[in-house]
C-alpha cells in the first residue's frame, strides 16, 4: 500500500471517529436537555449528595476501596462499632484521633464544580420564589462554605460565634454533621464552636463553658436522627413534599435516605440520579439516570434547568 492510500485510509478512520464522537455527545446533549426541561417545571425542588461529591475536590467518601475506612489516616477497623457515642463517652481520645485525621483533608479543600453548579440553582430558585431545600451526608461542609457566603441565600453574611445556630445554615441539612464544629459532650448548652487548628494527637478539646470534653458535630454509629442536630423531621417532611428529587453521589447505604428516595420514586415523582453507576434500581417513568462524575453531570444539568426556567 502506498503512502497516500495510508493516508486516505486514516482520514476515513478519523472521520468515522469523529462522527461517532459527535453523534454520542449529541446523545447526551439531548438527554440533559429532556431532563432539565422535566426538573424546570418542579416547584418544590429536593437534592441529596452524598459524601462522594466532595471526592473531587479530594475528600475520599465513606465507602468503597479509596474510601475512608480504608485508606490511611482515616482507616479504621470495624467503624460501626468504634465511631459510637458509647465509646465516646468512655474515652474520647481515639474518635478525636479519627476526627483529626479526617481534617487534614479539609485543609486545601476546595468546593468543586458539583458544588458551584448546586449554589447557581439555589440562587436561581431563590430568585424564582421557589422551594429548594438541599441534604448532605457529607462531612465536610463545602456546601455550607458557598451557601453562607452568597449574597442570594445569606444578604447578611455567615453567622458569628456565639449568635443562635450558629454552625448552621438556612436550607441546608447536614445529616451527618460537619466536622467543622464541635459541641459539649454533657450538652450544658447548644452551641456549635469551631474545632480548632492544630489538634495534637489525643487531644481533646474542653467546653468553653463547663470544661467537660467537647465532642465532634457528626452522627455517630449508634446515635438516632434527631431535629435537634440533623435537622431530620425538616428533611423527611421536604423531601416527601418535593415534587422533583435530584439524588447526586451517594451510594444510599444509610436507612433515611434510601426510604425516602424510594418513596418519592415509588410515588412517581421526578427523580434523577447522577452516580458513576447506578444506585436507585427501578425503572419508573420519571426515574431518570446519568452515569457519569457528579463534577461534569451537575454543571450541564443545572445549565439547563436554569435556561429552561428562566
Known amino acids: 500500500m502506498c503512502i497516500r492510500d495510508r493516508y486516505m485510509g486514516l482520514g476515513i478512520v478519523h472521520r468515522f471517529v469523529n462522527g ?12 440533559y436537555k429532556e431532563i432539565g426541561k422535566l426538573v424546570a417545571k418542579s416547584q418544590r425542588l429536593f437534592i441529596f449528595t452524598g459524601s ?6 479530594n475528600i475520599p467518601p465513606y465507602n468503597g476501596p479509596k474510601g475512608l475506612w480504608e485508606v490511611p489516616p482515616t482507616q479504621i477497623i470495624d467503624p460501626m462499632n468504634n465511631l459510637t457515642k458509647h465509646r465516646l463517652d468512655f474515652n474520647q ?12 483533608f479539609l485543609a486545601d479543600a476546595r468546593p468543586n464544580p458539583a458544588h458551584e453548579a448546586i449554589l447557581r440553582l439555589q440562587e436561581h430558585y431563590t430568585r424564582l420564589g421557589r ?4 441534604a448532605t ?3 465536610d461542609g463545602l456546601h455550607a462554605l458557598l451557601m453562607s457566603r452568597s449574597e442570594v441565600l445569606s444578604p447578611s453574611g455567615p453567622k458569628k460565634v456565639g449568635e443562635p445556630q450558629y454552625g448552621f445554615v438556612d436550607d441546608l441539612i447536614e445529616l451527618h454533621g460537619n466536622l467543622n464544629y464541635m459541641s459539649c459532650l454533657d450538652e450544658c448548652h447548644a452551641s456549635l ?6 489538634l495534637k494527637e489525643n487531644e481533646v478539646p474542653k467546653c468553653p463553658q463547663c470544661e467537660q470534653p467537647m465532642r465532634p458535630h457528626m452522627l455517630l454509629y449508634d446515635e438516632y436522627y434527631s431535629e435537634y442536630r440533623q435537622k431530620s423531621n425538616t428533611m423527611m417532611n421536604k423531601a416527601l413534599g418535593a415534587d422533583c428529587m435530584l439524588v447526586i453521589a451517594t451510594s444510599l447505604r444509610t436507612q433515611l435516605p434510601y426510604a425516602l428516595v424510594y418513596e418519592h420514586v415509588d410515588e412517581g415523582k421526578t427523580t434523577v440520579e447522577i452516580n458513576t453507576e447506578k444506585v436507585i434500581n427501578m425503572e419508573m417513568k420519571n426515574m431518570h439516570h446519568i452515569t457519569e462524575p457528579c ?5 450541564l444539568l443545572v445549565e439547563e434547568i436554569i435556561s429552561s426556567s428562566s
Open 93 to 104: 481520645k481515639p474518635i478525636w484521633n479519627w476526627v483529626r485525621a479526617y481534617r487534614t
Open 131 to 134: 422551594e429548594l431545600t438541599l
Open 295 to 299: 463534577e461534569k453531570a451537575v454543571p
Open 193 to 198: 464552636y469551631d474545632i480548632p487548628h492544630g
Open 20 to 31: 461517532f464522537i459527535g453523534r454520542i455527545w449529541s446523545m447526551q446533549y439531548k438527554m
Open 137 to 139: 451526608q457529607s462531612l
Open 52 to 57: 462522594g461529591v466532595s471526592a473531587p475536590s
